[in-house]
């Protein structure tokens, strides 16, 4: 079925580490997002891109990486995970920035 | 700096009607948009404003206006599955002609029989 799919969706690693979370869609939408989601603070845009070997920071990249070097798929990794990394991840597509986004359905990481 | 408000939680009964305000101060405005989103799972899309009035799909009605910063969510005919999280989220512009969506901590509906 077409849609967005993280993977995956529950992962537990300790500090220090390096983890990568994925993110696929098959509608072929231009723009991709990466969110965290934590209490009290609502979801917070990390990264964002506009086409394939286009991205760009959002509110809150500090201590991740993306790349695209495909339409369909956008990585995010923590280069050195923290404990205030812990955090649910949604990545999230949509066809122009003026349509509603699509959200998959998450990645529960904590880092030990 | 972008400051969306809602409130942290909501109860009603089955049947019933509730608002859900959204207050915001964003540098910029370019639309306003409620999402779902049920304990554990993905925000899902309700609705869209970005002209001032009255938005309706069903049960669900959004309003805006743009000169106060303020919407909101109207949830009709209460069900015990309208129980989720709703998430007011504003768009503003970024640099390079993007735009971002800014969100509030949500406000947890808790439907009662």
């Known amino acids: 079925d077409a849609g967005i799919t993280q993977s995956p969706r529950y992962k537990i690693t300790e500090t220090g580490r390096q983890v990568t979370l994925m993110c696929h869609q098959t509608?072929?939408?231009?723009?991709m997002f990466w969110y965290r989601q934590d209490l009290g603070h609502g979801l917070r845009l990390i990264y964002y891109s506009a086409a394939a070997d286009i991205t760009d920071k959002g509110e809150v990249p500090d201590g991740y990486v993306v790349s695209r070097s495909k339409t369909e798929n956008f990585p995010l990794t923590l280069e050195s995970a923290t404990r205030s990394q812990t955090s649910v991840y949604f990545c999230?597509?949509?066809?122009?920035?003026?349509?509603?986004?699509?959200f998959g359905d998450g990645t529960r990481l904590s880092i030990l | 700096g972008q400051n969306i408000d809602q409130p942290t939680e909501m109860t009603a009964t089955e049947g019933a009607i509730v608002q859900i305000n959204c207050t915001y101060q964003?540098?910029?405005?370019?639309?306003l948009f409620w999402y779902q989103q049920h304990a554990g799972e993905a925000p899902t899309f309700l609705s869209y404003n970005v002209l001032d009035g009255l938005e309706e799909k069903g049960r669900f009605s959004s309003f805006l206006s743009r000169s106060k910063g303020y919407s909101y969510l109207l949830l009709k005919e209460l069900q015990m599955k309208d129980s989720a999280s709703y998430l007011c989220a504003v768009r503003s512009p970024l640099k390079n002609n993007d735009y971002k969506l800014s969100f509030g901590a949500g406000t947890t509906v808790t439907v009662r029989a």
């Open positions: 964003t540098s910029g405005f370019n639309g």
């Open positions: 509608w072929s939408h231009s723009y």
């Open positions: 999230a597509s949509s066809e122009t920035f003026h349509q509603p986004q699509h």
